[in-house]
């Protein structure tokens, strides 16, 4: 069965420090792998999105993951944080060649950004 | 979040109402679907559709049931209001490659 975990509830940086959030994904198959961001009371924004090109993948706002397949994993990296980060992250897998329409979340990770 | 409209964005509804949530796409999406977003919980799969007639229950689906009578429209509809049913709902579309998911904004409902 596919699954997310997302190994840090919360994470705390300072502004200026980088951002590491760490993401796990189990999957049987080539999955797609994604990074949204969500501000509180809003919806979510697409940060970047890893499809089985390259393994390094750029997306807004200055972040950055890396999928290592070796490591089942797709951590989200930031080299310098901002005080506009401040948000709830959730690492998503989609296994739509297999699983028919289901996205699979993990449980987010909250980031906080201190002056 | 182009291409998804949800409806509607806030709803405050009395114990054993009945309502349902509306998501349309017009980007003749085959694959749609609904998660309910709970504090802690990220996001969970309620009912997903591969194909207009096609739906089936994902992770939480108990209270809720759908249908997709067009390729466009999925709607939500909550049968007998709970209060445990108070979450935020968020519809998806995508493609065949799954390659690019279109979320709706978000429907905020408060069951009382």
């Known amino acids: 069965a596919q699954s997310v975990t997302q190994l840090d509830s919360h994470v705390s940086v300072s502004e200026g420090t980088p951002v590491l959030l760490r993401c796990n994904y189990s999957?049987?198959?080539?999955?797609?792998l994604f990074w949204y961001v969500q501000h509180p009371n809003k919806g979510l924004q697409l940060l970047l999105k890893y499809t089985s090109a390259a393994t390094l993948v750029k997306g807004i706002n200055g972040f950055e993951a890396e999928f290592k397949k070796s490591e089942t994993s797709f951590h989200l990296t930031k080299p310098s944080a901002h005080m506009s980060d401040a948000a709830e992250y959730f690492c998503v897998v989609s296994d739509y060649g297999n699983q028919g329409g289901k996205l699979i979340f993990g449980q987010g990770t909250e980031l906080s950004v201190k002056p | 979040n182009a291409g998804v409209t949800q409806t509607p964005k806030f709803q405050v509804l009395k114990t054993g109402q009945s309502m349902t949530l509306q998501c349309a796409q017009d980007m003749n999406h085959e694959y749609m679907s609904w998660y309910r977003q709970d504090p802690g919980m990220g996001l969970r799969l309620i009912h997903y559709?591969?194909?207009?007639?096609?739906?089936d229950q994902g992770e939480v689906p108990n209270g809720y049931n759908v249908s997709r009578s067009t390729t466009e429209d999925f709607p939500l509809r909550l049968l007998s209001a709970a209060p445990s049913q108070t979450s935020v709902y968020f519809c998806?579309?995508?493609?065949?490659?799954?390659?690019?998911?279109?979320f709706g904004e978000g429907s905020w409902l408060t069951v009382v």
């Open positions: 559709s591969v194909g207009a007639g096609i739906t």
């Open positions: 998806a579309s995508t493609g065949r490659s799954g390659n690019t998911i279109y």
């Open positions: 999957s049987s198959y080539s999955p797609s």
